[in-house]
């Protein structure tokens, strides 16, 4: 599980990719990714994560957090697979 939260670590659309190939060389088959309610996410959820992903500094709506989030997964297999989307 990655969890979202403000706490997260800050990343470059190339080093997020790294880190999903890193998972896929680990074995790790399935992500999910957790996007809190504007009350952000409880500790419990964050101590469980894998990782903690940070998109910005600045305040996104949720929904608009979702296709962000989207977007960059897409961003990350074609940065891996090196496709012309990136560039």
């Given at each position: 599980?990655?969890?979202?939260?403000?706490?997260?670590?800050l990343l470059s659309s190339p080093e997020f990719a790294h880190h999903l190939e890193a998972f896929a060389v680990q074995g790790i088959g399935s992500l999910s990714f957790v996007v809190g309610s504007s009350y952000?996410?409880?500790?419990?959820?964050?101590?469980?994560?894998?990782?903690?992903?940070?998109m910005s500094f600045m305040t996104?709506?949720?929904?608009?957090?979702?296709?962000?989030?989207?977007?960059?997964?897409?961003r990350a297999f074609q940065i891996l697979h090196h496709g012309k989307y990136h560039k």
């Amino acid at each position: 599980m990655l969890a979202l939260c403000v706490e997260g670590n800050l990343l470059s659309s190339p080093e997020f990719a790294h880190h999903l190939e890193a998972f896929a060389v680990q074995g790790i088959g399935s992500l999910s990714f957790v996007v809190g309610s504007s009350y952000g996410l409880s500790d419990g959820v964050k101590s469980k994560a894998r990782f903690k992903l940070s998109m910005s500094f600045m305040t996104f709506p949720h929904q608009l957090a979702r296709v962000m989030l989207f977007e960059q997964i897409y961003r990350a297999f074609q940065i891996l697979h090196h496709g012309k989307y990136h560039k």
